[in-house]
């Protein structure tokens, strides 16, 4: 088991234990955990291959929906209800 398996397999713990705490303390976790997803997933697919990769795009895109529409929103100029 490679070491990128390893913390990303943490990160997705991080990421669940994160989404259980309340609203107000999941900001800062989330945005650290949010930033890092990308390395991550370029990591993975580095090691594992491109359809390894795609799947934790997927799965990164499940877990983090609701912040990413409300950027694409944000950065699109279309109306954000906050």
């Given at each position: 088991m490679s070491l990128s398996l390893i913390i990303a397999c943490a990160w997705v713990f991080a990421s669940t234990i994160v989404a259980m705490l309340p609203m107000r303390l999941q900001f800062p976790p989330g945005v650290v955990l949010f930033g890092s997803a990308p390395f991550l997933i370029l990591w993975l697919g580095y090691d594992y291959g491109w359809f390894i990769g795609v799947m934790a795009i997927a799965g990164f895109a499940?877990?983090?929906?609701?912040p990413i529409r409300y950027y694409l929103r944000k950065w699109t100029g279309k109306e954000v209800s906050e």
């Open positions: 499940s877990m983090y929906r609701n």
